[in-house]
Nanobody
Framework: QAQLVESGGGSVQAGGSLRLSCAAS??????????MGWFRQAPGKEREGVAV????????DYADSVKGRFTISSHNAKSTVYLNLNSLKPEDTAIYYC??????????????????WGQGTQVTASS
């Protein structure tokens, strides 16, 4: 059974850093899931795209709100995608989700275009 499992969330002071991991299992990681994305959802807000990576070409893209602070990367041998969160702000507080299996030709920023989701991990940055 295909699944994604996130880890690495936690609570830090504003300006701090965290590293999230998303481990994929149960399917051919590299070729069936070309694009892997990270999303976040704060209380009362819609789920928003944070970053995406093409696991073959290493192409990446980011939401404007996190550019220069967050970095997405992948380790294909480990079937794992990472999200490094630096210079965290209180507004970064949310549940962070990993997603895979993007519908070809569709925008990565739209959550409904991804088929497989992890359970989420909480990130809290306090001022």
């Amino acid at each position: 059974q295909a699944q994604l499992v996130e880890s690495g969330g936690g609570s830090v002071q504003a300006g701090g850093s965290l590293r999230l991991s998303c481990a994929a299992s149960g399917y051919t990681y590299k070729y069936n899931n070309l694009y892997m994305g990270w999303f976040r959802q704060a209380p009362g807000k819609e789920r928003e795209g944070v970053a995406v990576i093409n696991t073959v070409t290493d192409f990446t893209d980011y939401a404007d709100s996190v550019k220069g602070r967050f970095t997405i990367s992948s380790h294909n041998a480990k079937s794992t995608v990472y999200l490094n969160l630096n210079s965290l702000k209180p507004e970064d507080t949310a549940i962070y989700y990993c997603a895979s299996d993007l519908t070809p030709g569709r925008s990565w920023k739209e959550p409904t275009n991804f088929r497989l989701w992890g359970q989420g991990t909480q990130v809290t940055a306090s001022s």
